[in-house]
């Protein structure tokens, strides 16, 4: 079965700060995909990011960046110089074809990121 | 391209009622899923429609129910509802095409309120 575990519930940091979101899965497919999507207040997913499993390469967007290893099933996020507007709760979500779609997320918990002025 | 819409935003209903929630895929999307979140459960997947016809369910009772229509758009419903059922409610929906094709982009969800 599918898992992701967030273990993080709640991260607080002060602007400026670097902060880094730890997400680890399981699955027993070989074929899977990652996810990342940001859900501000207003309670919509943003998606952030996806990355199949065999693609293990290291991706930075502006401020964001995500670090994914197969070898600790991990799929790591982490925000440079965070600012107050990257508030919000994140979610890891995984997608493997056990499930019978690629379109069936299994979410984490999230996390709470809240950035301070 | 306009995003994922849902209607109505915010929906209050009393135990027993029925309810139905609407979604509007991004044109051009032909899969759309619907999730359930909740405080104690968190982000669930319901169900997700493809062309139609139901290709995958999630483990939700009878009670939950959905279906989508030849352009795209998308209902769910909830019969007989309980204070459980108290959750947002967000559809997603994705092309089924390219190397981008699980890639699910999300509406901003339907707020039911059981009484």
């Known amino acids: 079965a599918q898992k992701v575990t967030q273990a993080q519930t709640e991260i607080s940091v002060v602007e400026k700060e670097d902060v880094t979101l730890d997400c680890v899965y399981e699955?027993?497919?070989?074929?899977?995909?990652l996810f990342w999507y940001k859900q501000p207040p207003s309670g919509e997913l943003v998606f952030l990011i996806r990355?199949?499993?065999?693609?293990?390469q290291n991706e930075i967007s502006g401020r964001y960046s995500w670090n994914f290893q197969k070898s600790t099933s991990s799929f790591n996020f982490t925000i440079t110089a965070s600012q107050v507007v990257d508030s919000a709760v994140y979610f890891c979500?995984?997608?493997?074809?056990?499930?019978?779609?690629?379109?069936?997320?299994?979410f984490g918990s999230g996390t709470q990121l809240t950035v301070l002025p | 391209k306009a995003g994922v819409t849902q209607t109505p935003r915010y929906l209050i209903k009393t135990r027993g009622q029925q309810v139905t929630l609407s979604c509007s895929p991004i044109?051009?999307?032909?899969?759309v899923s619907w999730y359930q979140q909740t405080p104690g459960q968190g982000l669930q997947f319901l169900f997700e429609?493809?062309?139609?016809?139901?290709?995958n369910k999630g483990n939700f009772p009878g009670r939950f129910s959905g279906r989508q229509f030849s352009n795209s758009r998308s209902e769910m419903n909830v019969s007989t509802l309980e204070l459980g059922d108290s959750a947002l409610y967000l559809c997603?929906?994705?092309?089924?095409?390219?190397?981008?094709?699980?890639?699910?982009?999300f509406g901003p969800g339907t707020r039911l309120t059981v009484l």
């Open positions: 997603a929906s994705s092309s089924e095409q390219g190397a981008r094709s699980n890639e699910q982009f």
């Open positions: 699955t027993r497919d070989t074929t899977y995909y």
């Open positions: 990355r199949n499993s065999f693609d293990e």
């Open positions: 979500a995984l997608s493997d074809l056990a499930t019978g779609s690629a379109r069936q997320l299994t």
């Open positions: 044109s051009g999307h032909r899969s």
């Open positions: 429609y493809f062309s139609e016809t139901q290709r």
